[in-house]
T-cell receptor
Framework: AQSVTQPDIHITVSEGASLELRCNYS??????LFWYVQSPGQGLQLLLK??????LVQGIKGFEAEFKRSQSSFNLRKPSVHWSDAAEYFC??????????FGAGTRLTVKP | DAGVIQSPRHEVTEMGQEVTLRCKPI?????LFWYRQTMMRGLELLIY????????DSGMPEDRFSAKMPNASFSTLKIQPSEPRDSAVYFC????????????FGQGTRLTVV
């Protein structure tokens, strides 16, 4: 069965510091992988997605993620965090929209 | 386009009452999804429609939940009767195709059943 694990429930980083949010998945075939961000009181916004090809994917707002098949991981990174990045981040896996599974989310707090 | 529009943003109701959540998908999108977000279970797909037809409602938790899509620009999710454990944020999302996994989400309806 497919599943997504985000090991970190809550992460706090200082503004300007680098960020890495972890995501591990279990999927029976080549997965499509996604990162969404949810700001307080808002819906989910797609940050980036991986379907195939280059395993380093660039997204919006300066985020990137790297697909590592051997580790079943799709970690999200940003070299320098801004206060506006404080939000909840969801990793998701699936092959079609109806088959998507979301992780439990990681809440990011940014210290001034 | 204004994106996916959900109403109301917040709803507080008493146990046993009927609750109706509304969604307007992005114009031109022919797939619509209802999700529920809770702390315990995270994001769950409840039901999805393709071309206004319900395709899979296996995620609907109980018969108290029902969803309709009378036309391409409107969908409702109804809970009757509501219970405190239905308290959650309900998201509507739309996509140009159910095969296209890039879904666009509304801002959600925060439902509190007291």
């Amino acid at each position: 069965a497919q599943s997504v694990t985000q090991p970190d429930i809550h992460i706090t980083v200082s503004e300007g510091a680098s960020l890495e949010l972890r995501c591990n998945y279990s999927y029976g075939a080549t997965p499509y992988l996604f990162w969404y961000v949810q700001s307080p009181g808002q819906g989910l916004q797609l940050l980036l997605k991986y379907f195939s090809g280059d395993t380093l994917v660039q997204g919006i707002k300066g985020f990137e993620a790297e697909f590592k098949r051997s580790q079943s991981s799709f970690n999200l990174r940003k070299p320098s965090v801004h206060w506006s990045d404080a939000a909840e981040y969801f990793c998701a896996v699936g092959s079609v929209a109806t088959d998507m599974r979301f992780g439990a989310g990681t809440r990011l707090t940014v210290k001034p | 386009d204004a994106g996916v529009i959900q109403s109301p943003r917040h709803e507080v109701t008493e146990m046993g009452q009927e609750v109706t959540l509304r969604c307007k998908p992005i114009s031109g999108h022919n797939s619509l999804f209802w999700y529920r977000q809770t702390m315990m279970r995270g994001l769950e797909l409840l039901i999805y429609f393709n071309n206004n037809v319900p395709i899979d409602d296996s995620g609907m938790p109980e018969d108290r939940f029902s969803a309709k899509m009378p036309n391409a620009s409107f969908s409702t999710l109804k809970i009757q009767p509501s219970e405190p454990r239905d308290s959650a944020v309900y998201f509507c999302a739309s996509s140009s195709s159910f095969m296209n996994t890039e879904a666009f989400f509304g801002q959600g309806t925060r439902l509190t059943v007291v």
